[in-house]
Structure formats: structure tokens, C-alpha cells
């Protein structure tokens, strides 16, 4: 099964089927549990009014007002004629208006303008005479006009005119030159129209337009071609795909920025963000600014909040940016519902009017967040956190369209809000780079624009397609890279919000961030997430790697011990061989010997046949049974102790006529080691009896082996069986 999220990620789930079950039936019980959580048949079923973690106080738009010094300002007043939003309920029920319109001339403009949106200020303040108004666009038709309408808006001119003369008069006193501010003949209002003239030319043919130079002598129109829902849609679409795609290849990588260009989001993001610049410098230059598009609440609404983020410096800061989504977003009835289909399928929601307008307005915030993130005192993850969280269905801030509905259905007291949230982690949101410098805020619209590039925090983070390096060539030094970027940088994760039905502490911490250094993040923000999410792929591959190679040393160290057992064992093989010849060939040479020995009645051995070989003695006791060609009493040659046992030392031999081999012995083949041992021992008791006594018990008869060098022949025997050395 297959999940498509609206923020931009793919789920695949399978479902092993059980053996009892028939057919698709667990995939289709699963299916439907998903589709009963996420589009509940009534918005209160939704987790953010299963929750809660308390209220960000924010204020009222009345203390906004307030703080703007509109309530004892000479050019505008609080009207209260939407009260329980009679007359707009997508307006709030406060509206501030120019001091000389009545409640009746402005319930019969707010019938002129569509869906009763008519002109009303949003944003003033006392430093001049500058003002920023909304509205929706009026319903002239092909020939129409109100004449109410026309008076209000000249009144909006006139008003800002005669103020604007009297800061000029104060500044040419103080300065004694002539001031930068606008003239006080100059009664004009600007007009910021974001539709294209076609398209305001054809809602002028099915009743609705724009205000011409003929009914509106005092105003300034301009037309700033930013598309509408259904093109922002599918250009989102487009991206979408573009990103998600997971048949893209290497050689589409190439050209992937101008694909991303090709699908015209960058540059609806550029034509909002000249739109927004252009109407905080007529602000800022103390002229009114009216902003309109066709309703009024989708694109005027992108326009005028980034306009005032250049305007107004605490709008910039953690507690005005709230205040600012509030007044701009909330207050004045932005379609939330309808654009971000809270709480609805696909056979509930109307296709043609979901549009990510509130995602675009957040991108353009984060392009200029991003080249200029000093002058804010939240950072890139603050509005990324927002745009997770549009859609989560968590929070109760973004899930209705206007104010009425949030009092209908308490939204405001029993759902979770989204601003606490971002309190609570407000050490990880914070910018460390800001610089709380006053004033406006208008950067080179050059820079600003050259700059746009595309939103990788949010776009690329579900991206299927990563780049993995060749890991079997240099993954220890690629691994060595991630440690220095995760020392750098800090790293995101992402989870399922907190599941509890009551007030939790736990809950209104940050589970999808943690805390770190603006300054590192400046540098790889448009990385992160591509770069995380390679991090992922290379941890999933290394450790395939990782197995891999342990498997292969395994293999390889039992080939290695095969072949060493293997060379071993031949080794061996062959020393016994070497071993089993030269034993041959020594029975070969004796045998030899034996028959010319035979032949002439000496054996005849060479000096070459036992040199450089070990030979045998007999040791009794302490003495050494060794032949050294003497008869005295310390020694007995063994050779004369078998001729005395073999009965052959009558022979008549002289000591000086025999030749005695130290330690070197012939003896009959057939002999086994105990047979020698005793022979040795018969050798031992002669000696004994030659010297005088046999061995006591306190000094027994041990026969034992040592090593001498022979150089001497072997003595005559007169034995002709077959004999064999032994040597130790």
C-alpha cells in the first residue's frame, strides 16, 4: 500500500496476510483504519483536539492595533460593524477604517467588493504616514462603479497626503532643506493588483475587475503577474514529481536546477517577493499601499505579511512573527481549509481549490531568512518546523478558514497550539547570528532575487534519489568526512508526534529537531537534508559492506588455513619421503658392506659413511662405556665387551691391532629396542666383571645414549647376519 503525503513524503507499508485470512481483507481493514484516522467525519476526532500543552499568549488583534498606535491615531478608527462578523465572517470583528467613513458607507462598500472583503488597514505606523491596506477586488463589472467605494479610497489618499505634508514641513524646519518625503500634493494610493491584467480583465467580464484611472483618479494600479491557485498547484505538482522521482538518473542530474526552473516555482517565488518589496518601499516612502488580488486571502495575503516582515522589525522577532501569521494569515480568513483539505478525502475535498499557498509564502519567508539571517531572530528550522506542521493535523492553528469558525468549534481553547510548541523549544529555534538592529528592512531587490534558489530543507529531504559514493574504494575516508560534518552541524530527526489524550510536559518539546549553530547551518542549510539523507544510505550500505567483507575474510582465512594445512602436510609428506630414501639408501650401503665384508673377511666402512652423525654409547653409572683405544680400568671398548661375550676375545688380538669406532655398533637387524637396550646391558655387566666387581644396588646399571663424533672404521665381526645403524 502505497501512502502520499501532502508534505511531500511516500510511504510503502506491506501487509504479510495472515493464514486465516481470505483475499485482500487485511490490506483492505488497514486501508480503511488509515483513511477513518485521517479524514475523521468531523474535525474534532483530529489529534490536535485530543491534546494539549498549553497557550503561547499572543495577544489579541486589538493589542496589535494598539501597539501599531492606531487607536489614538487622527486618520483611523476601530470600527466594529462586522461584530459576530455580520457583515465579512472571514474578516476579524475589529476593522480599522480612515475617520471619515461612516458604519453605513461601509457596509454598502463591503457589499461592492467580493465576498464583502473591502479595503481596511492592516498595518500603520507612527513614524510616517505609510500604511498597508487588503482587500478583494471590487465588482466594477464592465462599467460599474460605487461611489462609496471611491470616496473611501480617496479618503486613504487624502488622509496620508495631508500627513505627509506635515512631516515634511517638520523635517525642512529641523533640517533646513528640503525633506525625502513625499510632497503633501501627491494624494496618490498605490494599488499592488497581484493578478495579471488578462486575468483581472476577465473577471471584469463576469462582473468583477479592477479600479480603472476613470472612477479612481487618486490611484496608482499595477499588475504584478503572480499566477493563481490552480497554476501554483500544479507547478507544485511538477516539483513534486521532479524530487520524488526514483527513475532519475546521473545524466538528469546535470541539468536537474534548470528542471526545477522549468517547473516555475522559483519564479512565482521571485514575482511574490518583487510584489512584497515594491509595496514596503511605497510604505516606507510614506505613501498607502492597497493589496488586492481576487478574493483577497490567498495571494494579497502573501504579499502583505512579507511586506510587513521588511517593515516592521518585530514582526522579525520570535514573539512578532505569531502575532504577524495571526493578523495576516488567521484573522483575515485565509482559506486553510479548502487550500490544505484538513480532514478530507478525495471524494470529500474540492481538487481545484487545494493550493499550497501557506507553503509558498513560508518558502519566500525562508529565502530571505536565508541570505539575511541576521536581521531574524528565529532560524531556518523555525519555519521549516511550521511548514511540517500545516498539515500534521497536530496542532488547531492552521485547520480552520476564518475566525468564526475557530469560535465555533473552540479551537482557540480545546486544540493544541502550535505556537506554545515552538516556545518550549525556543533555545533550538533561536538565530545566534541576530542582531536586534530596528528600523525597515529593504535589501537589494537584485541580490534578493538572484538569490532564490530552491527550499532543500523541504523539498529534498523525502528525496528518493541520493548520490552514493563508491564505498569498496575509500569508505573509511568518506566516513571520516561525516564525522567532521556531524561535528559541524548536528544532525535532524524526525518522529510521530506524542500520542497523549491529556496535558503532557513531554509533548510540547521538539521531538523532530535539535539545537544548533546558525553560523554552520548558514553554510549547509541547502545541503542538509540531501546530505542526511546520503548519510542514511552510505550507514545501510556500509554496513551491507561491512557483512560483505567479514563474510569474505571468513572465506579467505579458510582458504589461507587450507592452504597452509595443505602445504603443511606435503611438507611433511615429503621430509618423511627424503627421509624413508636415505634410510633405504643407508640398508642399501650396509648391505653392501656386508657382502664385500664377506668377500674378504674385515668389514670395510668409510670415514664418509658415519661422519657427521651421531652414535650410540653405553654409560654405567657415572663412567662412560666409550672406546678410546686404551684397556685400563675406567673403560671398556663395547666392541671387545660383545667379542668377549660372543666368545671371540681368545682370538688372540692385540689391543694396539684394533681399530674402535666411539659409540658405534653393529647390531643384527631383527633386534627390537628392548632387545638392545639388554644387549647393552650384557655389554655393561663384561665391562663390570673386567674391572674387578659387578654393579651394586646403590649404583645400578642405566644405560644411556650420547652423541660423539665417529672418525674411525668399525671393529671386525664375525657375525654375517644383517645389521643396521642407529643413531640418536
Known amino acids: 500500500m502505497m501512502i502520499y503525503c501532502k508534505d511531500c513524503r511516500q ?122 491596506w487588503r482587500s478583494s477586488q471590487p465588482k466594477a463589472g464592465v462599467s460599474g462603479s460605487c461611489i462609496q467605494d471611491i470616496r473611501l479610497l480617496d479618503l486613504i489618499a487624502k488622509a496620508t497626503a495631508a500627513q505627509r505634508q506635515k512631516e515634511s514641513s517638520s523635517a525642512q524646519s529641523a533640517t533646513s532643506r528640503p525633506s525625502a518625503v513625499a510632497t503633501a500634493a501627491d494624494s496618490i494610493l498605490y494599488i499592488v493588483d497581484a493578478r495579471s491584467r488578462n486575468s483581472a480583465m476577465a473577471n471584469m467580464a463576469a462582473g468583477a475587475g479592477y479600479e480603472t484611472q476613470n472612477y479612481y483618479p487618486s490611484c496608482r494600479l499595477d499588475f504584478y503577474n503572480i499566477p493563481n491557485i490552480h497554476a501554483v498547484r500544479d507547478s507544485y505538482k511538477s516539483l513534486l514529481n521532479l524530487v520524488l522521482n526514483p527513475t532519475a538518473n546521473p545524466s538528469s542530474d546535470l541539468t536537474f536546477s534548470k528542471q526545477v526552473e522549468d517547473t516555475s516555482w522559483l519564479t512565482n517565488v521571485r514575482l511574490i517577493l518583487k510584489a512584497s518589496f515594491e509595496t514596503a518601499a511605497y510604505a516606507h516612502r510614506g505613501y498607502p499601499v492597497l493589496v488586492h488580488c481576487s478574493h483577497g486571502w490567498d495571494r494579497t495575503a502573501q504579499i502583505t505579511a512579507l511586506s510587513q516582515l521588511f517593515l516592521d522589525p518585530f514582526y522579525r522577532t520570535f514573539e512578532g512573527f505569531p502575532v504577524l501569521i495571526e493578523k495576516e494569515w488567521l484573522a483575515f480568513g485565509h482559506q486553510f481549509q479548502m487550500r490544505c483539505a484538513h480532514g478530507q478525502d478525495k471524494v470529500q475535498r474540492q481538487d481545484q481549490e487545494f493550493s499550497p499557498i501557506f507553503i509558498q509564502f513560508l518558502d519566500c519567508l525562508w529565502q530571505v531568512l536565508n541570505r539575511f539571517g541576521q536581521y531574524f531572530e528565529f532560524n531556518t528550522k523555525y519555519v521549516l518546523t511550521i511548514a511540517d506542521h500545516v498539515y500534521s493535523g497536530r496542532f488547531g492553528t492552521f485547520l480552520f478558514s476564518s475566525e468564526a469558525d475557530r469560535r465555533s468549534f473552540q479551537a482557540r481553547t480545546h486544540s493544541a497550539d502550535l505556537w506554545q510548541y515552538l516556545a518550549c523549544n525556543r533555545v533550538a529555534l533561536t538565530n545566534p547570528l541576530y542582531t536586534a538592529v530596528g528600523g525597515v528592512f529593504l535589501p537589494p531587490l537584485g541580490q534578493l532575487l538572484r538569490g532564490v534558489t530552491l527550499w532543500a530543507d523541504y523539498f529534498l529531504r523525502w528525496s528518493s534519489v541520493v548520490s552514493i559514493p563508491n564505498l569498496s ?52 542549510a541547502r545541503e542538509r537534508f540531501h546530505r542526511l539523507s546520503v548519510e542514511r544510505e552510505l550507514n545501510l550500505s556500509s554496513q551491507r559492506h561491512q557483512r560483505a567483507l567479514e ?178
Not at 530527526?493 to 503532557?504: F, G, I, Q
Open 11 to 132: 510511504l510503502r507499508i506491506n501487509i504479510k496476510p495472515q493464514a486465516s485470512s481470505v483475499g485482500d481483507y487485511d490490506l483492505e481493514r488497514a486501508f480503511s483504519l488509515i483513511n477513518t484516522y485521517a479524514f475523521p467525519n468531523n474535525l474534532r476526532y483530529l489529534f490536535a483536539f485530543n491534546h494539549s500543552i498549553g497557550r503561547f499568549n499572543i495577544g489579541t488583534l486589538h493589542n496589535e492595533y494598539e501597539r501599531m498606535g492606531l487607536l489614538n491615531s487622527p486618520l483611523w478608527r476601530i470600527s466594529h460593524v462586522n461584530q459576530d462578523f455580520r457583515l465579512c465572517n472571514t474578516y476579524p470583528d475589529e476593522l480599522v477604517v480612515p475617520c471619515g467613513t461612516t458604519d453605513d458607507e461601509i457596509q454598502v462598500v463591503g457589499s461592492f467588493r467580493s465576498g464583502h472583503r473591502l479595503p481596511v488597514l492592516c498595518w500603520a505606523t507612527t513614524r510616517n504616514s505609510g500604511s498597508v
Open 473 to 524: 574504494s575509500d569508505l573509511a575516508l568518506y566516513h571520516s568526512q561525516l564525522r567532521e560534518l556531524e561535528a559541524c552541524e548536528g544532525s535532524i530527526r524526525l518522529s510521530a508526534p506524542k500520542n497523549t489524550m491529556v496535558t503532557n510536559a513531554e509533548d510540547a518539546k521538539l521531538f523532530d529537531i535539535v539545537s544548533t549553530n546558525d553560523y554552520v547551518e548558514a553554510v549547509w
Open 551 to 728: 563474510k569474505l575474510l571468513s572465506l579467505v582465512r579458510q582458504r589461507v588455513a587450507g592452504d597452509i594445512m595443505a602445504e603443511l602436510e606435503s611438507e611433511i609428506q615429503r621430509m618423511e619421503d627424503e627421509e624413508t630414501t636415505n634410510i633405504q639408501e643407508i640398508v642399501a650401503a650396509h648391505h653392501q658392506r656386508d657382502a664385500s665384508s664377506r668377500s674378504t673377511g674385515r668389514p670395510s666402512v668409510r670415514e664418509e659413511d658415519v661422519g657427521g652423525r651421531s652414535s650410540i654409547t653405553a654409560s654405567t653409572g657415572g663412567n662412560d662405556v666409550e672406546g678410546d683405544g686404551g684397556s685400563g680400568a675406567d673403560g671398556l671398548d663395547i666392541s671387545d665387551a660383545f667379542r668377549s661375550q660372543d666368545n671371540l676375545s681368545g682370538s688372540g688380538g692385540d689391543e694396539d691391532d684394533m681399530v674402535v669406532v666411539s659409540g658405534q655398533l653393529s647390531l643384527p637387524a631383527n633386534l627390537s629396542s628392548a632387545e638392545c637396550i639388554e644387549v647393552l646391558q650384557t655389554a655393561a655387566e663384561v665391562q663390570a666383571d673386567a674391572a674387578g666387581g659387578l654393579p651394586t644396588e646403590s649404583s645400578p646399571v642405566t644405560p644411556g645414549f650420547s652423541a660423539s663424533k665417529s672418525t674411525s672404521p668399525l671393529p671386525p665381526s664375525g657375525d654375517s647376519q644383517e645389521v643396521v645403524e642407529f643413531f640418536v
